[in-house]
């Protein structure tokens, strides 16, 4: 069945360090992976989706790259802000699953000055 | 566009009463999903509907949990005899359309603490 993966619970790092936040699915049909952020006290909100066409999806200085061969969907930004602090979900959909969404555990992400 | 509304934001029960949970989607969407937020084991999926019609439950807890749609306005979900453990952040949210690439809006929740 479909998941997603996400092997660090808590990142820690310091402002201006670029970031990394990995994100590894399991899926048996071609799916639409996602980055949700949740900051606190807020509800969680799409940060970036998946482009069907293989584009490297951007926001907020953040970029993801589908890499289908690895089954990847890892968040990168250049350089890490303290607005950046957050808890970061990756997530999968696909027709296979009725379009069911699935979240990954959860990755919180600490900026530290 | 207020965005997904759910009432309460908080909600404390005592062990063993029901508690109903509120949820106003997005004008004009037609997918309402419902999580469960905690700690230890994040977000976790327990129902949807398409069009008011249920899709997939297979998140629920059987015996005590139910979820509703009577109308593309609201949708409630329902915890019978709630315990300790249903303790949690139920999130709501909403998405236009039902296809894989569809974003999810999510409302801002409701605390339930269950004493």
């Known amino acids: 069945g479909d998941s997603v993966t996400q092997t660090e619970g808590l990142v820690t790092l310091t402002e201006g360090l670029p970031v990394m936040l990995n994100c590894t699915y399991q899926?048996?049909?071609?799916?639409?992976l996602f980055w949700y952020v949740q900051h606190l006290n807020e509800a969680p909100k799409l940060l970036l989706k998946?482009?069907?066409?293989?584009k490297r999806p951007e926001h907020q200085g953040f970029h993801a790259t589908l890499h289908k061969s690895s089954s990847s969907f890892h968040l990168q930004k250049s350089s890490a802000q303290l607005s950046d602090s957050a808890l970061y979900y990756c997530?999968?959909?696909?027709?296979?699953?009725?379009?069911?969404?699935?979240f990954g555990d959860g990755t919180q992400l600490v900026v530290k000055p | 566009n207020a965005g997904v509304i759910q009432t309460p934001r908080h909600k404390v029960t005592g062990k063993g009463q029901e508690a109903t949970l509120w949820c106003e989607p997005i004008?004009?969407?037609?997918?309402v999903f419902w999580y469960r937020q905690t700690i230890v084991q994040g977000l976790e999926f327990l129902t949807y509907?398409?069009?008011?019609?249920?899709?997939?439950d297979s998140g629920m807890p059987k015996e005590r949990f139910s979820a509703q749609m009577p109308n593309q306005s609201h949708s409630t979900l329902k915890i019978q005899s709630t315990q300790p453990q249903d303790s949690a952040v139920y999130l709501c949210?909403?998405?236009?359309?039902?296809?894989?690439?569809?974003?999810?809006?999510f409302g801002a929740g409701t605390r339930l603490s269950v004493l």
């Open positions: 949210a909403s998405s236009l359309d039902w296809g894989s690439q569809n974003t999810l809006y």
């Open positions: 899926s048996t049909y071609s799916p639409f």
């Open positions: 998946s482009f069907t066409d293989n």
């Open positions: 997530a999968l959909s696909d027709r296979c699953s009725n379009n069911r969404i699935f």
């Open positions: 004008s004009g969407h037609s997918a």
């Open positions: 509907f398409r069009n008011q019609a249920p899709i997939d």
